[in-house]
């Protein structure tokens, strides 16, 4: 693969060396990367430092592209001021970046982690993960989860040869669960960072109770929280499930988007600036808890919501159905076969071959259906079971509030 290069010009040694020297900066001076795989092509250099390349790799993966149309929160609205999934990991990244850069962290490991953290999320958001998982278990007794998908994604489905922190980063990521303080736990090699992932695989809650390795995916994962908290609200008001923001708590953090995210950043540096770990005062630690919490009271629980949802029950059990059928049947001509398996290979083929096919076809079918974006689902599900799915969108021109 390394021939490849060929086509590459590389920094006279000459300015290399002076940029080096000038910028004094370690992480482009020493390759502090760790990898599966040492090969030249994802060395460090002055040019691009180890983990800007692992930003670049993700940023060209085939499934980033599918941010664009995949669910945060308001799955069924025709309303192009409602967030996507596309805007929440600029988010995260912009915000991460933002206490990253006072705190004296790593940019660049900052930015791979928090484009990355998503890339294994299903159609429909966290409803359709918990539908997908479901089913998932039944087949298998593993479980799915977004966040190791998203390594599955860039370590096993395309063989980027990611670093070992980002990829940690991703793992340990988990936005739904909150704590006062995030000490870095040690992580030695790819042997260990694997039975973590035995682990998630086979338990339900997880990555749940997993801290990052790194400062800087610390710094990602409570960025996730605030980036979606304030957000949501927003969001839910445009959406029109609700009127105001009168259902929620004036607290030391406010209870608007711009507040929250600078509030809380403003508490996170002052009790974390010169230390090794991060840390919220016990007052703030209680504002984000009791905004999160009621989140959940009115929004992500709300009537309105749970009842758009419901269809997808029986719509992901047929399609998971059929495609295991087709898969398994080994069906060259069939949709499984033509827009997913063909699909990786075709986008692997400049990197490390993974024999992608050998693996279970439950893990496969799980795969293909958590890279699909909401309007692929839907137009497959129309394709596949020609007669309608059910689903209703909300108008632009809804004029009525769901309170």
């Known amino acids: 693969m390394d021939n490849e290069r060929k086509h590459y010009i590389d920094l006279s040694p000459a300015l290399a060396e002076r940029i080096r020297k000038e910028r004094q900066d370690i992480y482009l001076s020493e390759d502090l990367a760790i990898r599966r795989v040492r090969r030249p092509r994802d060395t460090a250099s002055t040019l691009r430092p180890a983990f800007v390349r692992d930003a670049e790799k993700i940023m060209n993966c085939p499934y980033y592209n599918r941010y664009a149309d995949k669910t945060q929160v308001f799955s069924f609205y025709k309303n192009d001021d409602i967030s996507r999934r596309a805007l929440h990991i600029q988010l995260v990244s912009r915000i991460a970046r933002g206490i990253g850069y006072t705190l004296g962290l790593n940019l660049d490991l ?35 989860h977004h966040n190791l998908q998203s390594v599955r994604i860039l370590d096993r489905i395309f063989g980027y040869n990611i670093s070992l922190q980002v990829l940690d980063g991703i793992l340990c990521h988990n936005g739904e669960l909150e704590l006062s303080e995030y000490q870095p736990r040690p992580l030695k090699d790819f042997a260990e960072f694997d039975e973590m992932l035995d682990f998630c695989h086979q338990n339900k809650e997880g990555s749940a109770h997993f801290v990052p390795a790194t400062l800087e995916g610390c710094v990602v994962r409570l960025s996730d929280i605030l980036a979606y908290i304030g957000k949501d609200r927003q969001d839910a008001i ?49 504002a984000l808890r009791l905004a999160k919490k009621e989140n959940y009271e009115h929004i992500y629980m709300h009537e309105a919501q749970m009842e758009a949802y419901s269809p997808l029950n029986d719509m992901f059990e047929n399609v998971y159905q059929r495609l295991y059928e087709d898969l398994t ?75």
Request: glycine content about 6%; hydrophobic content about 30%; some cysteine.
């Open 110 to 144: 900052i930015e791979a982690i928090a484009i990355g953290h998503d890339l294994g999320h299903t159609p429909f958001g966290h409803v359709g993960e918990r539908i997908l998982s479901r089913i998932y278990n039944e087949k298998t007794g593993m479980y799915f």
């Open 238 to 286: 445009k959406a029109k499930l609700l009127s105001d923001d009168s259902c929620f708590s004036e607290t030391v953090v406010g209870k608007f988007n711009a507040a929250i995210i600078h509030n809380l950043t403003v508490n996170l540096i002052e009790n974390s600036y010169g230390k090794d770990y991060l840390s919220l005062s016990p007052e703030y630690f209680e």
């Open 329 to 403: 049947s080994k069906k060259s001509d069939s949709v499984i076969h033509r827009h997913h398996l063909e699909y990786v290979a075709s986008s692997s083929k400049y990197y490390e071959s993974t024999d992608y096919e050998s693996d279970e076809p439950n893990r496969i079918v799980v795969d293909y259906i958590a890279s699909m974006t909401d309007d692929y689902f839907l137009d497959l599900y129309d394709y596949l079971f020609p007669g309608g799915h059910g689903i209703k969108y909300v108008s632009y021109f809804k004029e009525n509030h769901n309170n």
